[in-house]
Every structure is written in structure tokens, then in C-alpha cells.
């Protein structure tokens, strides 16, 4: 068996690859991210349509509902029986492929040198696609995302590249993932951009560019060009008044959906703990989670004729889309079932993302407050799916902390342009708010809740472009051994025979003036050359174990070369203040 095994690389061979080579390695990416995106779509397909409707075919299209089960109401069990095949592919060879993905992934960047167990491939599509097909309640996002950096990562470790350009791939990959699964490139590209990369800059940016452009361009050759939702022309903008009035409305549903983010975020993890405090085996603690999954969506389906909350919810979203549910207690009987499938989903032991039940959340509280202010305000006359639109974009904003990356992929799912003014508004607004009551997101909890920090942003090391000579004291002598302590100084070089022997550094040690220098405690020291960073001098601190640094122009410690006197206190209170103004503390 395989198990979950992080396995070092000897650094010595480790090697920082050409850009070109970098590039190369970038399509490669994006090839295979674009070809593995098509199968896990048909895998998925295949096994909800062999279990759903007893055909064996990938033929499967999410954004239709699926027709009654030719099993009757023995549907119930399938998502049991699918919940223990997936427990077994997690417990016995992959246990990284439980839950949503995107949280491993940035595990792995920030917490285990960019190295993901290539076995996660495999486990995470058969598990996720098993989850899915069966009817669990989550999306394909999450398990493409982790499915492509998992392949990066493995390209990575097999062409032996450093670190940093380990962690590059595996962001290749995941932008990749989602370039290809939902026809959006410039979304694949924000994400990384938001939430994995390290380091942000020119070549970085391309490389991500290069892998998301082919995987799009293999999904569009595979997959098809279509936007993942389609929108009818009547229902973009409103039918009259002010064009500005889906703007100022997005203001509201903005904090509406901000709030309300933070109860489905809170609402995974406490059915992750609801589920975790149930004295029994994975095994039996999945099937109690998907039994009563299973007879949610079998008596929805009893009631309305559709299943609604099972997979990935496309067919619910298309159908608020097209303005076919306006019932607003219809909505909120949505809304609370989606969120009580998505939990007894993921919370108890199912593999598959959250972005798609974000989506749905979304659209559904878009079309329950479009319905709400043409039923409180009919003179607006405004068309409900603007808000779908807008409300699908904040919710991903909210949940994620990426509102770009949330305006963008909704835009280039819905191609529905008219709507970004409303969207950015919404994004602002609804992460806004979760980030007021809340200060992590749906991917950092899950890390937060083990012990592991994730950075929600990036910042320019400005440390690294700041050099001893900013931070050094010129208050200092070069005295001999023998002579007297002086006053008004912060450091005295005491030398001998030409040379500098050690350093007092009068802000830790007290010396009586009436005594030679050679009675007081000297500290050894190191010679720094101007220029050298304040990362550079910290480094160099901590490997000599010393406390003082001498700034010589020559790289010689005697009187005529010295041109100041750095200690290590000095460079950390500066790398203090400087991290401390960068982040606006």
C-alpha cells in the first residue's frame, strides 16, 4: 500500500533550471493539466451514468438535470456504496485526497517544499469522481486543482529543479486545472496570482500564463469553447430605469452574501466536527453522512422532480440563470439543503471541492434577492439575474479572499461583460464583510485548524533591497586595549598590532571610564561589506553566531576601513519595521 510519505530531495542536487527550460516544463503542464481536466469530466460522467441512469456512457452534461434513476428509491444507497469505495482509496493510499484539495495544495507550497505524492493523482480523481458521480454534493474544481499540482509537483521532482521552481509548476498546474475545466484562463491565472504564488514577478506570471493559455486551448479542442453557463440576451440588464441601479442594489447583496459566507464556511468545518465526535470507523461515520444524502436528494426529487442538491448543482444554477425559479421559499429551501448536503458530503469523509457548492450558494441568493426587490420594488423592474450573476462572484470572493479571481472566472463562465461593474462591487463588498468577522477562508481553516499558517497576500521584500549601510551606527572608535572608555559612543573597536581584536557594544555592556578596555568583556565580530542586505547580515549573524558586524570598506578590519558598526539587534528591529509598515501595522 501506498501511503501518504513526504519524501525530501537531496538539495545538493537540486538545480535551478534555465527560463527556458522553466517554460518548456510550463507547456508540458498545461498539456497534461488540459487532457487529465477531460478525463476526470468523463470519469465522472461515466460513473453517474451508470449509476443514475444504468448506461454505460461518459455522455454527461451538468448543466441538465438528471432524470429519475431507473433504481427507484434504491438511489439512496448509491452514494453509500460510492462513500465507502472512496474511504477505502483515501485510508489505504492517499490520505491527502480527503476534503477539497486546494488546502493540501497550499500546504504543500508553503509547508512541505512543493512536494505533493504523485499517488494523489490517481486516488484524488478515482475518489473525487466517485464522490460526485454518486451524487455527493461537492464540485470538480477542488479535485482538478490538487489533480494538476500533483503532476507539476511530480514533474518537478523528476527534472530535479529547485524549490522555488517546484512550487512554480505545481501553481502552473492548478491554474491550469481550472483554465481547463471551466474555460477560463485569465481566472486560472488570478488564482495563482491570490493564493499560491510565492514570489510575483515577470517570469513567474508568464510561466503560469504559458501552462493556464494550453490548458485552456486543450480544453476548448476536447471540451469545447462554450461558457460554462449560458445566459439569455432579455435577462443581462435591466428591462428599464438607471443602468446604475444593479450597481447600487450590488451594495446590500454584497453584505448579504458576505455574512452568509461565513455561515457556510462555518458550516463545513462544524459537520467536519459533528462527524469527528461520532464513536464509530471512517467507514461507518461516511455511510451515516451519505445515507441521509442519499434520501435528501431522493425525496427532493419525490416532491419536485428534480434532484437539485446532488453533484455539482450546474443544472440548479443554469436553471436561476435562465429565471426558472423564482418561489423565494423554494430559494431558501434550496439554500439550507444545499448547505446541509455540501456538509454531510465533505464533513463526513467525501473527497471533492467547494467552489462549485459556492456557486450554487451564490446563484441561489442572487435569484431569492433579485425576486425579493422586484416583489418589495416592481417599478425597478429589474431582471433578477443580474444579481444571480453578481451573487455567484461574491460568493467565491467571500469564501476564498480571491475577488478577482471570483469577478473574472464568473465572467468568463457567463461572458456576460454588462455585468462586471455590479460584479466588482459585489466582490468588494461580500469579502469585505468576511474578512471584518472573519479573518480566514474556506482553504486556510482547514491548514489553520492543524497548526499551519498560510499568508493571505504578498508583499515586496523590501528587507532584501535594504543594506547594511541604512541601519549602521557611525557612533563608534577604534581604540587600543590599553586606553580609556570615551563617552557619547554607541560601539568601541578596541585593536591590536593594526587589527580590530573585538568589539564593546556600550547599549548591552556598562564600562567604567577609569579603567582600560582590555577589563571589559569584548565580543567577537564579523566584517560585512557595504551593500550587503539586511537578509544578507541576518543570515551571516546566524551562522557565526555573533552578535556584531563590521561595515569595512576593504573587507579588512582595521581603522581606516571601518565605516560603521552594525549589530544583530539593530538588523532585526529593521526587518521588524519593515515588515511592520509593509503590512500596515
Not at 91 to 97: I, L, T
Not at 165 to 193: H, K
Not at 390 to 407: D, E, G, I, N, Q
Request: charged share 15%.
Amino acid at each position: 500500500m501506498i501511503y501518504d510519505e513526504v519524501i525530501e530531495l537531496d538539495n545538493s542536487k537540486l538545480v535551478s533550471r534555465s527560463s527556458g527550460t522553466v517554460f518548456l516544463i510550463s507547456i508540458v503542464i498545461g498539456i497534461l493539466s488540459g487532457i487529465f481536466s477531460w478525463l476526470f469530466r468523463l470519469l465522472i460522467g461515466f460513473i453517474h451514468n451508470a449509476v443514475f441512469l444504468g448506461q454505460f456512457s461518459t455522455n454527461y452534461d451538468a448543466n441538465q438535470h438528471t432524470p429519475e434513476s431507473y433504481l427507484g428509491w434504491l438511489i439512496i444507497f448509491a452514494p453509500v456504496l460510492g462513500g465507502i469505495l472512496v474511504v477505502y482509496l483515501v485510508k489505504n493510499f492517499a490520505p491527502q485526497a480527503k476534503g477539497h484539495g486546494v488546502p493540501e495544495v497550499m500546504n504543500a507550497i508553503y509547508h512541505k517544499r512543493g512536494i505533493i505524492p504523485g499517488s494523489v493523482s490517481i486516488v484524488k480523481a478515482l475518489a473525487s469522481a466517485i464522490t460526485i458521480g454518486t451524487g455527493g454534493s461537492l464540485g470538480r474544481e477542488g479535485p482538478i486543482i490538487q489533480i494538476s499540482a500533483a503532476l507539476s509537483s511530480t514533474l518537478g521532482k523528476w527534472t530535479r529543479v529547485s524549490v522555488s521552481q517546484r512550487n512554480l509548476f505545481i501553481a502552473c498546474g492548478a491554474s491550469s486545472g481550472i483554465a481547463a475545466t471551466f474555460n477560463a484562463p485569465l481566472g486560472g491565472i488570478l488564482f495563482s496570482i491570490e493564493l499560491l504564488l510565492i514570489t510575483i514577478n515577470s517570469r513567474t506570471i508568464l510561466a503560469v500564463a504559458v501552462s493556464t493559455v494550453i490548458a485552456a486551448n486543450v480544453g476548448h479542442f476536447l471540451i469545447g469553447n462554450e461558457p460554462a453557463f449560458s445566459i439569455p440576451e432579455l435577462l443581462k440588464m435591466p428591462e428599464h430605469g438607471p443602468a446604475f441601479i444593479p450597481s447600487l442594489l450590488s451594495i446590500p447583496l454584497g453584505v448579504l452574501v458576505g455574512l452568509f459566507a461565513i455561515v457556510f464556511v462555518r458550516s463545513i468545518y462544524f459537520s467536519e466536527e459533528v462527524f469527528e465526535k461520532i464513536p464509530v470507523n471512517d467507514y461507518v461515520r461516511h455511510m451515516i453522512g451519505t445515507l441521509v444524502l442519499g434520501i435528501m436528494f431522493y425525496s427532493i426529487h419525490t416532491y419536485t422532480g428534480n434532484y437539485y442538491v446532488q453533484g455539482v448543482g450546474y443544472a440548479t444554477i443554469q436553471d436561476v440563470l435562465m429565471n426558472m425559479i423564482q418561489d423565494p421559499l423554494f430559494l431558501v429551501f434550496l439554500i439550507i439543503a444545499k448547505i446541509l448536503a455540501t456538509g454531510l458530503t465533505i464533513g463526513s469523509g467525501g473527497s471533492g471541492g467547494v467552489f462549485s457548492p459556492s456557486l450554487f450558494l451564490g446563484a441561489v441568493t442572487g435569484a431569492l434577492f433579485g425576486n425579493l426587490v422586484n416583489m418589495l420594488f416592481p417599478e425597478l423592474n429589474v431582471s433578477p439575474v443580474i444579481f444571480v450573476v453578481v451573487s455567484m462572484a461574491a460568493m467565491v470572493s467571500a469564501t476564498t479572499s480571491a475577488p478577482l479571481t471570483a469577478a473574472i472566472i464568473i465572467y468568463e463562465m457567463t461572458l456576460d461583460y454588462q455585468a462586471v461593474l455590479p460584479i466588482m462591487i459585489g466582490v468588494s463588498i461580500a469579502y469585505a464583510v468576511r474578512r471584518h468577522f472573519m479573518t480566514g477562508d474556506i482553504y486556510t481553516l482547514k491548514l489553520n485548524r492543524r497548526g499551519f499558517m498560510v499568508p493571505e497576500g504578498l508583499v515586496s521584500d523590501l528587507k532584501s533591497h535594504m543594506a547594511v549601510d541604512d541601519v549602521m551606527s557611525k557612533s563608534f572608535q577604534v581604540l587600543s586595549g590599553e586606553d580609556q572608555a570615551p563617552e557619547d559612543v554607541e560601539f568601541i573597536c578596541v585593536e591590536e598590532d593594526g587589527r580590530v581584536k573585538g568589539v564593546i557594544d556600550l547599549s548591552h555592556d556598562h564600562i567604567r571610564s577609569d579603567r582600560p578596555l582590555d577589563d571589559f568583556k569584548q565580543r567577537s565580530y564579523i566584517v560585512l561589506e557595504p551593500g550587503t542586505t539586511l537578509t544578507g547580515a541576518a543570515k551571516r549573524f546566524h551562522m557565526s553566531r555573533c552578535t556584531i558586524g563590521l561595515v569595512s570598506t576593504t573587507g579588512a578590519a582595521d581603522e581606516e576601513s571601518i565605516i560603521g558598526v552594525v549589530s544583530n539587534s539593530l538588523v532585526a528591529h529593521a526587518i521588524a519595521d519593515v515588515t511592520a509598515t509593509l503590512k500596515g501595522d
